[in-house]
């Protein structure tokens, strides 16, 4: 009623304006205004698509500059590539500067929560994560990061503790859930036959596994609670995307994956430039495995985005011959900045504009149907 309302008081004030148009241009007017009208019902008229996978790329405390560093430090990225792009406000409940446990658990949850919370409310109350919302609902699931899965980023998608310093208990949540894929470190947080018993084919190293006939995996890069820097990695996170994605594409459901770049963010608090940039570089790759597929697929909504920037770092002056950048970091610390998000697929279009990080969670929510 509202729209006819208006057409209404748009013809009405043309026809006030009759007199002192020329008939072309009266038959003009009114034609734009039918046009543009007939437009706005199209759009209202168009249904959103909905995904049947979501892919949730995570790059720790990458910012604008640090990926404007590495497009033009590598030649482009495949971040370049994304259409659908908006900006993402980080703040936690109690904090204007987030930390990774509460900008985490805004995307897993939907709820802003206090700095160091891992899957809790502001008031320390137990939230259910879009990972276990899919499992609930038949999804497959899986989970990759280059730190510890019990990190706060992998650990907000399926562990609710009251500090993200609580690694054991975190990866005390781990079992039972049933996640079908996961690649990562931390293995002495883990107790192999509780994996065992769940099912596990467990695989520690850097080299590829065929995963034929195994019905969940866990794969450790290496013994220890972390993982090396991407030189000595090599393309072991895109190569654990690649297959991550291969193994749960079997289940005609659907699935969900979320992948981090953990280390883009121990660069920016150590204020190591080339750190920084060569981690977002494979985190990079990681981007392109899951994009491909998604290009082929057709089913598959990619999101790229960040819990937050670390460092606040600034791009002072560059050299297009040398490919160098003259820099600086403000601090060692996470900042308050913005974030973009980068979305490809059925349901991108909702990730544009500036949107709160708990609208992630809430807007895969409205997608999957739960």
């Known amino acids: 009623m509202k729209n006819k309302a208006l057409k209404f008081e748009k013809i009405t004030q043309i026809c006030k304006m009759r007199k002192s148009l020329s008939y072309p241009s009266f038959l003009i007017a009114i034609c734009i205004l039918f046009s543009n009208c007939h437009a706005g ?10 995904p049947l996978n979501i892919i949730l790329l ?11 560093a590495a497009a033009f430090m590598n030649g482009g ?21 987030t930390d990774s446990a509460a900008g985490a658990t805004a995307y897993s949850t939907g709820e802003k929560t206090y700095n160091g919370a891992i899957g809790l409310s502001k008031d320390s109350i137990s939230l259910p994560t879009i990972l276990e919302m899919s499992e609930a609902h038949g999804l497959s699931t899986g989970l990759i990061a280059t730190c510890s899965i ?7 998608f399926f562990g609710h503790q009251k500090n993200r310093e609580m690694h054991k208990e975190i990866a005390n949540d781990f079992y039972t859930k049933g996640i079908d894929y996961v690649a990562g470190t931390g293995k002495p947080y883990f107790d192999m036959n509780r994996l065992k018993a769940d099912n ?82 494979d985190f990079d790759h990681a981007v392109r495995a899951a994009l491909e597929f998604a290009q082929k697929d057709g089913n598959t909504l990619v999101l790229v985005t960040a819990d937050h920037e670390t460092g606040g770092l600034s791009l002072d002056a560059g050299s297009l011959t040398n490919k160098t950048i003259e820099h600086h970091y403000s601090s060692t610390h996470h900042s308050g900045i913005m974030v ?31």
């Open 77 to 97: 990225l495949a971040l370049e590539l994304f259409k659908n792009i908006g900006l993402v406000k980080t703040s936690s409940a109690n904090n204007y500067i």
């Open 200 to 281: 596990y084919t467990v695989h520690t190293g850097k080299d590829l596994i065929g995963l034929d006939a195994i019905q969940k995996y866990f794969w450790f890069y290496n013994d220890s609670i972390d993982a090396p820097k991407s030189a000595e990695r090599g393309l072991w996170l895109k190569q654990a995307t690649s297959q991550g994605i291969q193994f749960l594409s079997s289940n005609k459901k659907g699935f969900f994956l979320m992948v981090e770049g953990s280390q883009i963010d121990w660069g920016g608090h150590a204020n190591d430039f080339n750190y920084t940039v060569t981690e977002l570089i």
């Open 150 to 156: 019990t990190h706060a980023t992998p650990g907000s």
């Open 41 to 50: 019902a199209k759009v209202m008229a168009q249904k959103i698509e909905k």
């Open 340 to 370: 973009p998000i980068y979305a490809y697929g059925p349901g991108s279009e909702l990730f544009t504009g500036t949107i709160e990080n708990t609208d992630v969670f809430k807007k895969m929510k409205s997608l999957y149907g739960f």
């Open 58 to 68: 995570i790059g720790d405390g990458m910012g604008l500059a640090q990926i404007s």
